[in-house]
């Protein structure tokens, strides 16, 4: 089993900044690629970007891409997203997931993830 806590959303403006924080227990973190997720109420859950298990590969989907970094940190059983020039379209809850890979493995579905967070609630309004 993986245990994965969510941290660091809140309320920001537009063109403001977050860093989001994943902290994982139980199995070895270096073994589980992971990846953030977000779904906006009434919509379903998507992908946001992902990374390799030792952080050596990512990738994000378009709508953040140049504003949004993903970090993995295996000494410390903890991954980051850090949301630059957001925007109220990205509000939304954030998920963490993570899952058993190969070493330059990236995953970006949903059903490719065993391990969820709880979430964090991220809301961009004025």
């Known amino acids: 089993q993986v245990q994965l806590v969510e941290s660091g959303g809140g309320l920001v403006q537009p063109g403001g900044s977050l860093r989001l924080s994943c902290t994982a227990s139980g199995r070895t973190f270096s073994n589980y690629a992971m990846g953030w997720f977000r779904q906006a109420p009434g919509k379903e859950r998507e992908f946001v970007c992902a990374?390799?298990?030792?952080?050596?590969?990512?990738v994000c989907a378009d709508s953040v891409k140049g504003r949004f970094t993903i970090s993995k940190v295996n000494a410390k059983n903890t991954m980051d997203l850090a949301m630059n020039s957001l925007q109220p379209e990205d509000t939304a809850a954030y998920y963490c997931a993570a899952h058993l890979s190969s070493p330059l493995q990236t995953r970006t579905r949903t059903n490719e993830y065993g391990y969820w967070g709880q979430g964090t609630q991220v809301t961009v309004s004025s």
């Open positions: 990374i390799s298990r030792g952080g050596t590969r990512t």
